[in-house]
């Protein structure tokens, strides 16, 4: 009778600490234990699937159970060493908590636990998927954890620990398991295929290595799967891509391409050719993704870096290389994030075939989605309060004749006038001037003033103007309930009249809009914007008249009849309101933003 085939993965089940690919840091652990003769009556193995966690629990029963032992190399002649090769023994106990789960199944194991070991010097509980277990069953087991019988020894071992009780994990000595390295995967399968007479390439065997997900126990299960058609030809990636329902490098590559120059018809063409070669919907989707996750990282890494991470050869590599000449880091990104919303999608839906084509079709539109992206980017910081400069073109105005005066060194002001593209009432002018100040014909961008030496009232009635050149009411009523009380390079603090005010001009989106134009005043300037209610040192809010043009410079009529315009009219305004005993609603026809803004502030009412 022939003997019964053994799967690659039991028939290579590492029998001694030596024999385990990878974790070095728990071999070294546990070789030093067993040599110092420091075993802990309680262990737990921690990691994900396929790392090694039984098998290390097996090889320390073993090395502790064996005659010669303690012994990191265990004799495999003892009847102990052959029983525990051979899944049979006496003294070594394997539990499968995902099935002996509740309290009499830890109960009954209590009731054991004090019988002498009868081959071995230990009698070793080893209790697979620990975390199974329930609350009870964990509670059963503590006292017996903590203080167990001088010979006994518990190995728990899990795939999720944190699934197991605190109490628990503090009884035992704790080993973190880590995912195999594909390189250590792909040089164990190299040996095992040459014992096996396996003809496998290295690129199907580095394949396998990868999708193993650094599990050694899934690699030799696929080895095994495709080990027949080792025997008549070399089995190659195409292969092991066919065996996973994976697509092809170059099937990738074509699809992707078509995807980056927006070309959705050949990109349909081609996805057409792939649906009918038998690929699911969803694989296909995942594989594009992978492979963009690829570009990515193409993008940013070097080539050592890149063909380690991406397990590319030099000519796949040279090709990614030259699709992401023409891409940006955030355009790959949203490939990957579009391809993961459209993979649930398909997961939600029973036609997976159209939401595929209208998945792919949406990637095809690379240029048109990423310019709408940043969009939506833009509108979603401007309704969050963030305040975007606008774009804007300065013009060289019709200037006065020049009429000059030789004064000691004074800085120069420009009067410029600024238009934006964007909006037409947020147009500024700022008539800064001076007592002996000359006007100059050359156009000056982001000049600030010497705030050290500037006239707050001034600077201040000129902010307000800029954001309220329009609604006299609103300006009237700004300045009757704020000043500003500092401008200089440590801070620009407004003081305002009460709390409720202040708070409301804090709010982002009003604070934004002062900001920006405090900025048109006084320029850019790093200096922090303050708005506090108003304190005693701060003085009372007076009224202020605005600032006349020097004597030395005959200003433009129609401003000079403005100013007297504003003054007359806002100090009316001012007067009316002191005499008012009723609030007076404001017309909302007509508002500019900063006009709504004030009427927010004052509830759309004029304050006393």
Known sequence: MAERYLPLYRKYRPQKLEDIVGQAHIKQALTNAIQLNKISHAYLFTGPRGTGKTSTARILAKSLNCINGPTTTPCEQCESCKSITNTIPVDVIELDAASNRSVDDAREILEKVNYAPVHGKYKIYIIDEVHMLTKEAFNALLKTLEEPPENVIFILATTESHKVLDTIKSRCQRFDFKRITVNDITEHLKKIAQKEGIKISDGAISLIAKSAAGGMRDSLALLDQVGTMGASKEITEEDI???????????????????????????????????????????????????????????????????????????????????????????????????????????????????????????????????????????????????????????????????EKVVPIKTETPVIRQEETERPEQKVQSVLTTTDAVVSETPVQKQKINLNNADLNTIWMQILQTLLKDNLSGLAQMKAFTSLVQCDENGIVIAGKTQRFTDKLNAPDKKATLVEAIHAVIGETSAPVTIRVRTEADGKIQKVKLPQAPKTIAPPKDLVEQEEEITQEENELLNDSTQKEKPTKIDESGLSDQSKMVKELFDGKVLE
């Open 241 to 403: 891509n066919s065996l996973l329902g994976r697509l092809s490098f170059d099937s990738l590559l074509e699809i992707s391409t078509h995807i980056i120059n927006s070309d959705g018809n050949s990109a349909i063409k081609s996805l057409e050719k792939i649906y009918n070669d038998g690929n699911e919907p969803i694989q296909i989707l995942t594989n594009l993704m992978l492979f963009f996750k690829n570009l990515l990282i193409t993008k940013n890494c070097d080539t050592e870096t890149t063909i380690e991470l991406t397990g590319a050869t030099e000519d796949q590599l040279s090709e990614m290389k030259k699709l992401t000449e023409n891409l940006e880091k955030h355009q790959i990104l949203f490939l990957i994030n579009k391809s993961a919303e459209y993979i649930k999608d398909l997961k939600a839906t029973t036609n997976q075939q159209m939401w595929l084509e209208v998945g792919l079709i949406d990637l095809a539109n690379l240029a048109d989605n990423t310019k709408l992206m940043d969009l939506e980017a833009r509108i979603a910081r401007l309704e969050g309060g963030e305040v975007i400069p606008p774009q804007r073109t300065i013009t060289k105005p019709a200037l006065p004749p020049v009429i």
